[in-house]
Structure formats: structure tokens, C-alpha cells
T-cell receptor
């Protein structure tokens, strides 16, 4: 079983829509969680870390549910520039290794 | 400018011909890592290093070597490349703390092994 699993999509949504991605992780020892954004053929870039209490950064909200072992990303008021692949990432208690999901593809349509 | 650089960006080689992909960061980061990205498999960690002279295997270390002789550099070595190592490779670095620190990625190296 993969450490981190995501629905690959694609998600095609109109501008202004709200879209949510979920990601599940298999190892209860996972300690830290992140969402990265990757544009086509480019390097991943950190979108936001995910904290136990949930956190928000502008139009983006991340939530962590340890009991069900999933994290989520909510994007409100989608912009064309949000079109990208979103990668869910976890790392273990030791903090040494990182596990990436295969990514969820989002296209925001005018 | 804070950055992670990788060279070369593109490389086509033949089976068995040793190659090295360089990675350098100018942020004085302790942690450095190599990943490969393949369609349907996502990014998988090859090796990582928590500091100079400290390296550890990630999920897919077979066929790769690394070294960390200086803090800023973390080269990836393929002693005898094979076609299944054709992939997109990323180097990343982060300031070591609780594991919650941002990883900064290089621009990637697209490797084709014929």
C-alpha cells in the first residue's frame, strides 16, 4: 500500500468555484504534512504546511484528520492561475523521509 | 538569490556509461535529498542527507550513489545507468529542524538512458 494516496483527477472547474482535494496516509507515525504545487514540467513548490488545528492562507485552507488519517486542501474562488498539480506530502516521526502522493491535477476553466 | 541548482538539466546517455548529476544550494541548508518522478508513481525519494558525511537511503536507492563532502553540494551518481533509470530527477534542500521545514527544489534533470 502506498504511503500517501490521492485521487489523480483531473478536476476541471470553472473560475470562481470551490474545489476540495483529499489525501490519505497509511502510516500513523506520520508527523508532518504538506501540500505542494507543481506546474507542468516544473519543480514542486510548497503551497502550505498542514497543522493539526487546520490552517488557512488566503483562499487556501488545509485540514488534518489524524483519526481518519487524511488531509484536505480547499481552494475557494478558483483562479485560472490555480491550474496545476497538487501534491500531498507526509513525513514520519523521525522527520527524515518524505512521501509524496502522485498528485491531483486541477484545471480552472474560464 | 536563494536557490537550488542542478546540472545538467537534460541528459541523454547510453546504458552503462557512468554519469553524475550535480546539485548545489546556497541557503546553508543541512538537509538535502534526491527524488525521481515517474508518471503514475509520483516523486520517490532516492537518498537524503541530514548533514555533511551523513547520507541515508530513501525508498528507491538501488542503482544510485550519493556523497555529501560539503554542505552545499549533493551529487547523484549513476555508476552503470540502465533504461529503467530514465526519469525526471529533482534535488531538494531544507533547513533541518523538526521536519516541518519547507523543501526547496531544484529545476529538475531530465535523464534518458538508451
Amino acid at each position: 500500500r502506498k504511503e500517501v494516496e490521492q485521487d489523480p483527477g483531473p478536476f476541471n472547474v470553472p473560475e470562481g468555484a470551490t474545489v476540495a482535494f483529499n489525501c490519505t496516509y497509511s502510516n500513523s507515525a506520520s508527523q508532518s504534512f504538506f501540500w505542494y504545487r507543481q506546474d507542468c514540467r516544473k519543480e514542486p513548490k510548497l503551497l502550505m504546511s498542514v497543522y493539526s488545528s487546520g490552517n488557512e492562507d488566503g483562499r487556501f485552507t488545509a485540514q488534518l484528520n489524524r483519526a481518519s488519517q487524511y488531509i484536505s486542501l480547499l481552494i475557494r474562488d478558483s483562479k485560472l492561475s490555480d491550474s496545476a498539480t497538487y501534491l500531498c506530502v507526509s513525513n514520519h516521526q523521525t522527520g527524515n523521509q518524505f512521501y509524496f502522493g502522485t498528485g491531483t491535477s486541477l484545471t480552472v476553466i474560464p | 538569490e536563494a536557490q537550488v541548482t542542478q546540472n545538467p538539466r537534460y541528459l541523454i546517455t547510453v546504458t552503462g556509461k557512468k554519469l553524475t548529476v550535480t546539485c548545489s544550494q546556497n541557503m546553508n541548508h543541512e538537509y538535502m535529498s534526491w527524488y525521481r518522478q515517474d508518471p503514475g508513481l509520483g516523486l520517490r525519494q532516492i537518498y537524503y542527507s541530514m548533514n555533511v558525511e551523513v547520507t541515508d537511503k530513501g525508498d528507491v536507492p538501488e542503482g544510485y550513489k550519493v556523497s555529501r563532502k560539503e554542505k552545499r553540494n549533493f551529487p547523484l551518481i549513476l555508476e552503470s545507468p540502465s533504461p529503467n533509470q530514465t526519469s525526471l530527477y529533482f534535488c531538494a534542500s531544507s533547513s533541518w529542524g523538526s521536519g516541518t521545514d519547507t523543501q526547496y527544489f531544484g529545476p529538475g534533470t531530465r535523464l534518458t538512458v538508451l
